[in-house]
């Protein structure tokens, strides 16, 4: 009888198959680099870093505004899934570009609650993907308001509410 894996062990397994696509992209692509493979949030987590040459080598793999880091993430995320037959939520970064635009994102999210919690007003954000709404949407949740995303894709935002609206 096989045994079940539980879901950190799931998550781990992931992480491993993630980690072998990238390492044979990154030869491919003939850069340097470690792969960092973690949980966060319930999903496998994994950040491509290069400690020899610096991150600036693979600036390449992110892209202009993060579009190549996303198309990796959505590559990786589709060769986990034919490995394990289930669908991936797995969070890829290079060089911390997700990690400082999180960063951006949580401190201008914080600056929007600030002027709701002041004005009594809603405040719409600029357009965003669905990771920068997600990282905006918990600022808030956080801060005891109310957002939602409005619009649609390529123009989609959030919308911060006042608490009790």
């Known amino acids: 009888m096989a045994e079940e894996k539980g879901p ?3 998550l781990e397994e992931e992480g491993d198959i993630a980690a072998d ?26 950040e491509i ?3 020899e ?4 080598w693979l600036r390449k793999l992110v892209g202009d505004d993060g579009e190549v880091l996303d198309a990796l993430q959505e590559l990786t995320r589709l060769a986990v899934q ?11 970064d290079v060089a ?6 999180k960063e951006r994102l949580a401190a201008d999210a914080r600056v929007a609650v600030a002027r709701v919690q002041e004005s009594g ?10 990771f920068e709404r997600k990282v905006v949407h918990d600022v808030v949740k ?14 989609r935002h959030v919308v911060i509410q006042p608490a009790g609206h």
Do not use: C, H, W
């Open 8 to 10: 950190i062990a799931q």
């Open 21 to 46: 696509y990238l390492e044979e992209l990154l030869d491919i692509a003939d850069l340097d680099g470690d792969i960092d493979i973690d949980v966060e949030n319930g999903r496998a987590a994994l």
């Open 49 to 51: 870093v290069s400690e």
């Open 53 to 56: 040459f610096g991150d600036r």
């Open 82 to 92: 034919a490995k394990t037959g289930e669908r991936s939520r797995l969070m890829l």
């Open 96 to 101: 911390g570009f997700r990690r400082a635009l």
């Open 121 to 130: 007003e809603p405040v719409s954000m600029p357009p965003m993907n669905p």
């Open 142 to 155: 956080e801060a005891g308001l109310v957002s939602a995303s409005e619009g649609v894709e390529p123009r």
